[in-house]
């Protein structure tokens, strides 16, 4: 299976960016498609982006678009996520997993994700 760990959180101010990467190993050879959810305290945790094998298709919650990127490289078994105009509600634990299915649509349910990491804190301060 693939392990992943996610990192590059921190605190910002509002209008800040970050760039958090995550880590795969393992069985880093299969093809699979890549996401990033996060959680905000009370909260479920809820999908924010995805991004094919290629690259070539990507996927954004409305609430990112426009703001967040998506991008991987596969030489380095590494997918990240580029997060600009940081707003305080974006402020959650960040998760990236490895999909479970070909993409043949855009991936952004949980259900559709396996092989979480644990986890990369992002606050933003008012």
């Known amino acids: 299976q693939v392990q992943l760990v996610e990192s590059g959180g921190g605190l910002v101010q509002a209008g800040g960016s970050l760039r958090l990467s995550c880590a795969a190993s393992?069985?880093?050879?299969?093809?699979?498609?890549m996401g990033w959810f996060r959680q905000a305290p009370g909260k479920e945790r809820e999908f924010v982006a995805a991004?094919?094998?290629?690259?070539?298709?990507?996927y954004y919650a409305d609430s990112v678009k426009g703001r967040f990127t998506i991008s991987r490289d596969n030489a380095k078994n590494t997918v990240y996520l580029q997060v600009n105009s940081l707003k305080p509600e974006d402020t959650a634990v960040y998760y990236c997993?490895?999909?479970?299915?070909?993409?043949?649509?855009?991936?952004?349910?949980?259900?559709?994700?396996?092989?979480w990491g644990q986890g990369t804190q992002v606050t933003v301060s008012s």
């Open positions: 997993a490895v999909a479970t299915k070909i993409w043949s649509r855009p991936l952004s349910r949980e259900a559709d994700f396996s092989s």
């Open positions: 393992g069985r880093t050879s299969s093809r699979y498609a």
């Open positions: 991004i094919s094998w290629s690259g070539g298709s990507t």
